[in-house]
């Protein structure tokens, strides 16, 4: 059976065979990146140039910018619609903690939303009513590749004059009825980390259709630098910038972007059907069917540490639910939020990725039929 590979090496407990996750660097990437050494000139340039260019295609979206981070595309998206202190931004609480962070270190309110009874995302009627005159932005968060209800969202950004800025961190390449998860806002933001479907090792990127945003972006992410040749300061900024050793490695990564994505959808397809009649565990919804990407197979079980248990003695890793935002104490404001603390109680990642084996798939299919036996 084919062994993890050392790209993967620490996210691989060593009592493991199979790991929660594997990325796939192929020969592209690595001759991209000696080929880009050997021109001795990396920081920010033709390579990001290429990325974002493809990005762009691939997404069916005018304007793209390579960032730092996830984290770093949600505070520049942020900070260009105008979000600051004394303003209000609505963050569903069943999300990476960085889509809050993003809008505290702004010196803004976090207003928290619960999710939705049967889907870990967003409850965007309950976000309705989080709504005030000091609301500014709206940040939808499609988790694992589901789609927020972006058509009735927009309808209530319209309504009350609120920016919507897309965390799209987990849910690049996937796609909803309006198109593509990221190109629905005014601006929408990926991360390019380690278990994202493209992988830089640290990287993101932040998307718009609108000329203006995207030339104050552009110049955000350079201290507010209108353009080198004459130095005029547009706007505020800081160093945003990406790199062309990384972009040599995502140039690759989003070029084979469908076929990942074909392929963790593949696996998510196989455990559905592998673990049909087992009345102890199901997947978290995502429609493969219609265009979703479940960028992680995500499964829930009132059993589930006795669960994760039973498989890390098989040699089978998975990763719990990560918490709930209400769950840090900096923004834990006394509410609660059921739905959520429902999914964090019993949701865990099974094996997977876009270089996942098929055959552990299979073997951990079948420890959890052994399960069902014990
Ligand atoms: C929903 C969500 N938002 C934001 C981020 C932050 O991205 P990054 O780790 O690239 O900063 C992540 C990363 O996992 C995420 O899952």
């Known amino acids: ?42 920081s920010m340039g033709a390579v990001t140039a290429k990325m974002e260019a493809e990005i762009a295609k691939q997404l069916d979206v005018p304007h793209v910018l390579c960032t ?5 595309a949600l ?11 004394g303003d209000e931004v609505i963050v569903p609480t069943r999300t990476f903690i960085a889509t809050a962070h993003a809008a505290s270190l702004l010196g803004a309110r976090v207003v928290l939303v619960d999710s939705r009874s049967d889907s870990p995302n967003m409850d965007v009627a309950e976000a309705a009513k989080k709504i005030t005159p000091r609301t500014k932005a709206i940040m939808p968060v499609h988790l694992n590749g589901r789609v927020c209800d972006m058509a009735t ?3 209530l950004a319209e309504k009350h004059g609120l920016a919507v ?28 980390g380690m278990v994202k479907l493209v992988s830089t090792g640290q990287g993101g990127a932040i998307v718009t259709r609108d000329k203006d945003l995207y030339e104050k972006l552009a110049a955000m992410r350079n201290h ?45 397809k196989k ?35 006795a669960l994760m248990a039973f498989l890390a003695g098989e040699g089978i890793q998975t990763r719990k639910f990560i918490p709930c935002v209400h769950t840090a104490p900096h923004f834990d404001s006394g509410e609660r939020f059921p739905n959520s603390e429902h999914f964090n109680r019993t949701g865990f990642n099974l094996p997977c990725g876009p270089d996942l084996p098929l055959e552990y798939v299979d073997r951990t299919i079948e420890a959890l039929k052994k399960y069902a036996k014990a």
């Open 1 to 42: 059976m084919k062994k993890p590979e050392a790209a993967n090496a620490s996210f691989v407990s060593t009592a493991s065979e199979v790991p929660f996750w594997m990325t796939d660097i192929g020969e592209n990437e690595i001759a991209t990146v000696t080929e880009t050494m050997a021109a001795k000139s990396f």
């Open 68 to 72: 730092t981070s996830g984290s770093m």
């Open 75 to 85: 505070m520049m998206g942020l900070m260009a619609v105008g979000v600051g202190p």
């Open 153 to 155: 969202l927009r309808a």
């Open 165 to 192: 800025v897309e965390d799209a961190c987990q849910g690049m390449f996937s796609r909803g009825p309006d198109g593509f998860q990221g190109t629905l806002g005014d601006c929408g933001c990926f991360s390019f």
């Open 224 to 268: 507010g630098v209108a353009d080198v040749v004459s130095h005029t300061y547009l706007t505020t900024g800081h160093n945003f910038k990406f790199n062309d050793l990384l972009a040599s490695i995502g140039l690759w990564q989003v070029r084979r972007g469908p076929e990942k994505a074909s392929h963790v959808n593949a696996i998510y």
């Open 271 to 305: 455990y559905r059907k592998g673990i049909e009649g087992l009345p102890f565990i199901e997947l978290a919804p995502v429609d493969v069917d219609n265009g979703e990407v479940a960028l992680w197979t995500e499964a829930i079980s009132e059993e589930r540490d």
